[in-house]
């Protein structure tokens, strides 16, 4: 999120082209990998994924040509959805109804963490190598090895229910109505994601340095981690729909509060929150509801056969998600700036939640 966007020589709406290519790959290989996970299981899938993510990280270290980076950012993708679809896979085995929000808000912690951990040790690192940025990749590349062995070692296959039955590529039968009713606000959601990877490159050019920028999002990150582990055991409490309703009313105020807080018209403190602080940090901490209360929707309704292919099938709006993100983050941002991509954001999300809201009331009817 740091180093990419900076590491591309190109302009704002190509910068999001390249950034769109990884998850278009992710997309296209997430039912696959699903399939693959519920025949074969899942372990050798996530090892395939972190030793092949390894090697294309070095390899984007390699060169600067926009081409070459972004062929080589495709097949990363592949990657992806081979480490992101088995784990999810994977703590679904290991959890039961009662404590899978938990589950769930463990894994969105490790994966923001991740993020935060990333941006903070990306800052100092492009810091640091600023004049050959190309460091900050191979270090990455030695990280990501690092956790290849560690799950070469630590990770067990888990005990499941195995698919024997014909391969099928309806995809949405290992879905409930319910579910499939979320597929427009999970879309929205990771749409989300892929203009957050835009945003340090929005930031840069609004004022905020590269370390300004990291530790503003690492403080961002962080508090969604900390959030999804809370939201998680909740939902095991009061149960998925609830506290995804928690999310999705915070994400409602966050956006456009952050609009307003990050122009000098509108926030006379800019390039500090000011007052508006008092708004975005609830709101925030809301918006940590949703990824662990849908995901483990997802899991306690899926099919114990059809695990890999539902998480699979969500990988998939993962993917396009933040495909469309990248693009619309470059777009806007190059239209209207940082403001621009916030209200864009809100626009975008409102309108799925409008879209789930009349999917559910359809299943209600039919059934």
Not at 91 to 108: E, P
Not at 337 to 351: P, R, S
Request: hydrophobic share 50%; aromatic share 10%; no cysteine.
């Amino acid at each position: 999120m740091i180093a990419f966007p900076h590491y591309v020589n190109a302009d704002s709406f190509l910068t999001g082209v390249v950034l769109s290519i990884y998850p278009v790959f992710e997309a296209l290989s997430a039912a696959p990998t699903g399939m693959y996970v519920d025949r074969h299981g899942r372990k050798r899938m996530l090892l395939f994924g972190l030793t092949s993510m390894s090697i294309l990280t070095f390899l984007i270290g390699l060169s600067r040509d926009t081409l070459f980076i972004a062929v080589v950012h495709g097949v990363m993708g592949v990657s992806a959805a081979a480490i992101i679809v088995s784990t999810l896979t994977i703590i679904t085995d290991l959890t039961k109804i009662s404590d899978r929000g938990v589950g769930m808000g463990l894994f969105d912690l490790a994966n923001i963490a991740g993020y935060a951990g990333g941006i903070l040790i990306g800052t100092g690192l492009y810091t640091t190598f600023e004049t050959n940025p190309s460091y900050v990749f191979f270090a990455t590349a030695t990280l990501l090895l690092t956790a290849t062995v560690l799950a070469k070692v630590l990770v067990i296959e888990p005990p499941h229910e195995q698919l024997r039955a014909p391969l099928t590529f309806n995809f949405f039968k290992a879905l409930s109505w319910k579910i499939k009713s979320l597929l427009p606000l999970w879309f929205a959601l990771t749409t989300l994601v892929g203009i957050a990877f835009f945003i340090p490159k929005a930031l840069s050019l609004g004022g905020f340095t590269v370390g300004e920028s990291g530790l503003l999002l690492f403080a961002g990150a962080a508090g969604l981690g900390v959030g999804a582990t809370i939201f998680g055991r909740v939902s095991d409490k009061i149960g998925r729909e609830k506290t995804m309703w928690i999310g999705i009313i915070g994400m409602l105020i966050l956006l456009p509060t952050l609009a307003l807080s990050l122009s000098p018209d509108t926030n006379p403190e800019y390039p500090s929150f000011g007052a508006y602080l008092y708004v975005i940090a609830p709101s925030a901490l809301m918006v940590s509801a949703l990824v662990p209360s849908i995901l483990a929707l997802v899991g306690d309704t899926a099919r114990s056969t059809l695990r890999g292919s539902a998480m699979g099938l969500y990988s998939i709006m993962l993917s396009l998600g933040i495909a469309v993100g990248n693009v619309v983050g470059g777009a806007s941002g190059q239209i209207g700036g940082l403001t621009a991509i916030l209200y864009v954001a809100e626009g975008l999300f409102l309108t799925a939640v409008i879209l789930t809201l009349l999917l559910s009331r359809l299943g209600g009817e039919d059934g």
